[in-house]
């Protein structure tokens, strides 16, 4: 890797390359975010019916967050049609539908968790496979081992989550990690920015694919626990989740500017 690259992977004190902007700029730049994160998940697939969402919290009243109202396809969300919601699921700001499981399950992070501005979850195919096993992940490989430590298992089912008590269950079992398994369900990831918590789903994903894919074939041999660990300090910091995102976006926004409307 190019140590430039390294260096600025490396140091968290960068605070994610991200400028000042004045608190109106930043609600704008989080929502812009957002729609592209939608798009993007539209892109890889991972929209099935009115299920998933990702939500970033409101640096103007951060006790409100931003979400995508239900049954908006992915693929054509824009940024004037996102919902401003409260912590008791009162839409503030924007016109839409409120998902239920979203407001329960994304409330409880929000508030459980200062330290995170977003967080995604939706039906993809290899996550809800990988989660009806009830496992972690092993760390069978470089990306695999962003999450060795660094992730939860929920590991029962109870149904679609929309009891407020589920909601903070799920956020307790989060705890401080980056991700989240729901057995029977799928995966759950945040972050301090709408980049890493996406970059974390869409490499979650393949993680789970590609161990299913590996499990499938043979006998898996995992990294040993200290390379695990190692690897893990380089390749799952907040930084490095940022950093690998970027791409993502600067992809999305390009061939996809009306999201921005």
């Known amino acids: 890797m190019n140590q430039q690259v390294?260096?600025?992977?490396?140091?968290?004190?960068?605070?994610?390359?991200?400028?000042?902007?004045?608190?109106?700029?930043e609600q704008l730049f989080r929502k812009q975010r957002l729609a592209a994160a939608l798009r993007i998940f539209g892109r890889f697939g991972f929209d099935e019916g009115v299920a998933g969402?990702?939500?970033?919290?409101?640096?103007?009243?951060?006790?409100?967050?931003?979400?995508?109202?239900?049954?908006?396809?992915?693929?054509?969300?824009?940024?004037?049609?996102?919902?401003?919601?409260?912590?008791d699921g009162n839409i503030v700001e924007g016109s839409g539908i409120l998902n239920g499981a979203a407001f329960t399950i994304h409330s409880q992070i929000?508030?459980?968790?200062?330290?995170?501005?977003?967080?995604?979850h939706a039906h993809s195919i290899y996550?809800?496979?990988?989660?009806?096993?009830?496992?972690?992940?092993?760390?069978?490989?470089?990306?695999?081992?962003?999450?060795?430590?660094?992730?939860?298992?929920?590991?029962?089912?109870?149904?679609v989550v929309v009891d407020m008590d589920e909601g903070e269950r799920l956020?307790?079992?989060?705890?401080d990690k980056k991700a989240i398994i729901l057995k029977n369900h799928g995966h759950l990831t945040v972050g301090q920015s709408v980049e890493e918590a996406t970059w974390w789903y869409v490499t979650m994903e393949r993680t789970?694919?590609?161990?299913?894919?590996?499990?499938?074939?043979?006998?898996?041999?995992?990294?040993?626990?200290?390379?695990?660990?190692?690897t893990q300090k380089q390749v799952g910091s907040t930084l490095s989740g940022w950093f690998s995102g970027q791409p993502l976006f600067d992809v999305i926004l390009s061939e996809q500017p009306d999201l921005l409307d």
């Open 208 to 230: 789970c694919q590609a161990q299913l894919l590996a499990e499938a074939a043979g006998e898996p041999k995992p990294i040993p626990h200290e390379m695990a660990v190692h």
């Open 110 to 120: 929000h508030a459980a968790r200062p330290d995170v501005t977003a967080a995604a």
């Open 171 to 175: 956020a307790q079992t989060l705890g």
């Open 53 to 87: 969402h990702i939500t970033v919290r409101d640096p103007l009243d951060p006790e409100t967050f931003w979400v995508n109202p239900m049954g908006r396809s992915f693929k054509m969300m824009r940024v004037s049609e996102l919902i401003r919601v409260d912590h």
């Open 127 to 159: 996550g809800k496979a990988w989660a009806s096993l009830g496992r972690l992940l092993d760390p069978l490989t470089q990306d695999a081992c962003s999450f060795y430590g660094d992730h939860a298992l929920l590991d029962d089912y109870t149904g």
């Open 6 to 25: 390294n260096n600025l992977i490396m140091n968290a004190d960068e605070n994610m390359g991200q400028v000042e902007r004045s608190p109106m700029d």
